[in-house]
């Protein structure tokens, strides 16, 4: 009889054992996915803030100039080590407008704004998305003016459904990579800095008549 009690509790006991361990993986899932969600929500808000203070940036900006030099100037300010760039189209070609800029990163001359033809300004403009290093070479980016394996680059289509504007353009050494929190923050910010340059250029022909 004794036996027969013992064996019963040995199995009372590895089942509480096993609910045990049932019950910790379920808080560990639980635990991790609030991990997760908070550390997403974190994210969100950097975003969020990323964004309204760039709108703050640019609000009353009603030149063209003003308003390129304004946003490339706050995301140089705002991402860390990155040279700044925007590409816009007009009835000439393309115009560059840069941030002014003490701290060139280390890569060779000319610099990589240089190395962009028309051609290429036109295709990164029609893009629905951000636009790699690699694939900005597909696209006929000069490869052999300077060292792009020294580079970590993006650019950021401002436009809509394929109508572009221009784009932004940002790089800095490949030892610091550029990354999806930072790309993601420049996302938030293309279609307000696009309808930015739009009402900019209506407001001007406007006058102009």
Not at 117 to 127: N, P
Request: charged share 25%.
């Amino acid at each position: 009889m004794s036996r027969q009690k013992n064996q019963r509790a040995r199995r009372a006991v590895k089942k509480l054992n096993e609910i045990r361990h049932r019950q910790e993986k379920k808080i560990d899932i639980l635990c991790n996915d609030m991990v997760g969600a908070h550390r997403d929500f974190i994210d969100r808000l950097k975003v969020a803030n990323f964004s309204i203070r760039f709108y703050e940036s640019i609000v009353g900006k009603n030149d063209l100039q003003i308003l390129m030099s304004a946003s490339a100037g706050f995301i140089r300010d705002n991402i860390a080590e990155v040279r700044v760039a925007a590409f816009l189209l007009d009835d000439d070609g393309f115009q560059l407008h840069m941030a002014d800029d003490n701290r060139p990163i280390e890569v060779d001359q000319p610099r990589l704004e240089n190395c962009f033809s028309l051609r290429l300004v036109e295709a990164i403009c029609k893009a629905n998305s951000v636009c790699s290093l690699d694939e900005m070479l597909q696209m006929g980016l000069n490869a052999e003016i300077t060292d792009l394996t020294r580079i970590s680059a993006a650019s950021m289509p401002l436009g809509s459904f394929g109508k572009g504007v221009g784009f932004i353009l940002i790089y800095r050494d490949a030892d610091s990579k550029l990354g999806a929190q930072e790309l993601g923050c420049l996302g938030a910010i293309t279609q307000g800095l696009y309808r930015a340059i739009e009402s900019v250029r209506q407001s001007t022909q406007a006058s102009e008549i």
